[in-house]
């Protein structure tokens, strides 16, 4: 079963879903979620949309969502979803519509302040609680907020194990690097606090559907900064690659043939389109589900938070399932395996999920039980049925609102501290001046 906490205390129980059950204390229950991810160790966080909107990006599927805009722009589109599919690049005509809605939200993402929810993810970093995040969004909020953030690629990931071998081998250099290789396509911005347990190639934060920060060659594959060529996406105009360019020009020199100038487009993964990075993001989150065998402190995932998404999408309903599997595992046997094996969660497959024997809750009753799966939605996902067992409470509210009211607790914790570290001092002294005191009468000063 999943308790049913609304932020709004005068919010009616929905009709749906039917495995739904009501808090005798909703007010205390929501005060025990929030107290179990400020005692989680190692939270992983997957987020949509919802958590942007506040910073003035549009979601995708809501009724004033960007899905319903495209549509009302653009009639002749069956969906809205039809611009985030590969066929795009079907016409001209589609294209030139693709790359000024790119420019369009790619101006939205540059002008857009991280948002509440954003610094609480910072915070949690900054705690050393967050394992990791995994965002569909494309807006890289998540980096302005100082997440180290983006896919490493293979290339550096042999770069790196190949600077590691070598400095364990070297005299003075036991201690394992920080450092991010230069040639990955994420943020050198690290957070002031890092989870021992992490590779240090992996960002915080996976970008799982690309993000509005790049555009490549469809021929040769060379990146490029997306912002140095917006003008031409305005226009409607996918832009020459500048490499394909220089190497047309000095065949030309030596009278060669021509090769062709490839496109850039933007690095997002689209509908129907091969996920480039699928094998590294599943590597990702297989170590975050497993954890390491290495050493102390690298256990996987002990607290899974979905918020902002319907999830719609089959690889991030994979994902989510996984990993509530996951840490369920920790209320059973660690002796049972996970049913799948997590390099295909990236795959888009459709699964029906099953609910687990540690996922029933006995109805209208809060049993104390662990808090490990939480959902924090205004709409929970559909259909209902697929999420059955999967998450122990739905909170339904705004994002912000609930990392506002993490925020208080937390300065309530520091403000006890505090006060608790005034109590101990002043005992001390106390004791301090007792003593001096004593000594005082026993040498007769």
């Known amino acids: 079963m999943t308790a049913f906490l609304p932020l709004d205390a005068t919010a009616s129980f929905p009709s749906s879903p039917a495995f739904l059950v009501v808090s005798p204390d909703p007010v205390n229950h929501v005060k025990r979620v929030v107290q179990a991810i400020i005692k989680a160790r190692r939270i992983v966080v997957v987020c949509g949309a919802g958590i942007s909107v506040e910073a003035g990006i549009p979601d995708f599927r809501s009724s004033e ?3 319903q805009s495209l549509k009302k722009d653009h009639p002749r589109l069956v969906s ?3 611009m985030f599919d590969a066929s795009v690049f079907g016409s001209e005509d589609t294209t030139s519509q693709f790359c000024q809605m790119i420019a369009r939200l790619s101006q939205l993402s540059e002008e857009a302040e991280p948002t509440t929810f954003h610094r609480f993810l910072r915070v949690l970093d900054d705690r050393g609680r967050l394992l990791r995040v995994y965002t569909q969004n494309i807006d890289a ?3 302005k907020s100082g997440l180290s953030f983006g896919v490493p690629t293979e290339d550096s990931k042999k770069i790196k194990r190949a600077s590691v071998s070598r400095k364990r081998k070297a005299p003075g250099h036991d201690a394992p690097t920080t ?3 230069d040639d990955t396509a994420q943020s050198t911005r690290p957070s002031t606090i890092r989870t021992p347990s992490l590779p240090a190639e992996t960002p915080r934060c996976i970008p799982l559907h690309g993000t509005l920060q790049l555009m490549h060659c469809v021929a040769c594959t060379h990146a490029c900064r997306l912002r140095d060529y917006l003008d031409s996406l305005v226009s409607g105009i996918p832009p020459p690659c500048p490499q394909c360019t220089a ?6 020199l030596l009278g060669k043939r021509s090769r062709g100038i490839g496109k850039l487009r933007p690095s997002l993964v689209l509908y129907n389109e091969y996920h480039k990075d699928g094998e590294v993001v599943g590597d990702i989150v297989e170590k975050d589900l497993m954890g390491s065998s290495k050493g102390k402190g690298r256990a996987g995932v002990d607290l899974l938070l979905v918020v902002g998404t319907s999830l719609r999408v089959s690889g991030t309903k994979r994902l989510v399932r996984e990993f509530s599997k996951a840490v369920r595992y920790q209320d059973t046997t660690m002796d049972e395996p996970l049913s799948l094996p997590a390099s295909k969660i990236t795959q888009s497959v459709h699964d ?4 687990t024997p540690s996922s029933r809750r006995t109805a209208g009753r809060d049993d104390g039980l662990p808090v490990r799966t939480i959902c924090l939605n205004l709409e929970f996902p559909v259909p209902t049925r697929e999420w059955e067992g999967v998450f122990d409470v739905w909170v339904r509210g ?7 009211l993490v925020f208080e607790e937390l300065k309530k914790e520091e403000l006890g501290q505090e006060l608790a570290k005034e109590r101990k001092r002043k005992r001390e002294e106390t004791i301090a ?4 005191n004593t000594d005082r009468v026993v040498t007769g000063i």
């Not at 029906?352 to 609910?355: D, G």
């Not at 001046?433 to 001096?436: A, C, G, I, K, W």
Request: charged residues 35%; without cysteine.
């Open 65 to 67: 969502g960007l899905f």
């Open 80 to 82: 809205g979803e039809d």
């Open 141 to 143: 909020l998540e980096e």
């Open 179 to 181: 450092e991010i290789a």
């Open 247 to 252: 190497f047309e020009q000095t065949r030309r």
């Open 352 to 355: 029906p999920v099953m609910p």
């Open 398 to 404: 705004d994002a912000q609102a609930f990392a506002t």
């Open 433 to 436: 001046e007792s003593t001096r």
